[in-house]
């Protein structure tokens, strides 16, 4: 059993990857397996539209961090996936990693897991970043627990945002149910 999260922030340490690592600690605090990866210094080149993964079942892009996330996000039981909010979306390298999965999806290798979606925004734009992350749930039939949308800025400020904390702290406890072994 091993819960996954993914920040899409560019910033190693963003509100985002500290509102990803929240949620990982409180399940790790069940004894569940953990671990979290960053898109900050990672390159995720864009699906080129080339098709040739419909028969390698793979994409064939190479050369960047795409394959080692993906290849993680497969032997995960729960993906609690996180981007920041830029201009009323996901942010870019987000969308490139989202994309790129289109290779996973002829053989539904992504199917029959669970998923958190995390977004943050400065202000707006939460509700249709959540969308797009749902969407990418959605068309790889991940069951979905649930969601976190938190405001904030500063570095640091998520935290302080009572009910995205509060949201976090629901969706951990919802993956601890899942996955704990029950008597």
Avoid at 84 to 101: A, S
Avoid at 149 to 155: M, N, R, S, V
């Amino acid at each position: 059993m091993k819960v996954l999260g993914v920040s899409g922030s560019m910033r190693k340490d963003g509100n985002t990857a500290q509102l990803v690592r929240y949620i990982l600690a409180k399940v790790q605090m069940s004894g569940i397996e953990t671990e979290f990866v960053s898109l900050a210094g990672r390159i995720v080149h864009p699906c080129t539209g080339c098709e040739r993964c419909k028969e390698t079942k793979w994409c064939v892009i190479e050369g960047d961090g795409w394959s080692d996330i993906a290849q993680r996000m497969i032997e995960a039981e729960v993906v609690v996936i996180g981007s920041p909010t830029y201009y009323y979306d996901v942010n870019g390298q987000m969308k490139n990693l989202i994309d790129r999965t289109y290779s996973l999806y002829h053989d539904r290798k992504l199917a029959g897991r669970n998923a958190v979606a995390v977004t943050v925004c400065a202000d707006r734009g939460c509700e249709r970043s959540l969308e797009t992350i749902e969407g990418f749930l959605n068309t790889h039939q991940f069951s979905y627990l649930g969601h976190v949308c938190g405001k904030a800025y500063l570095p640091g400020e998520i935290m302080t945002d009572a009910r995205a904390v509060k949201k976090a702290d629901g969706v951990a406890k919802k993956i601890v149910n899942l996955l704990q072994p029950k008597d």
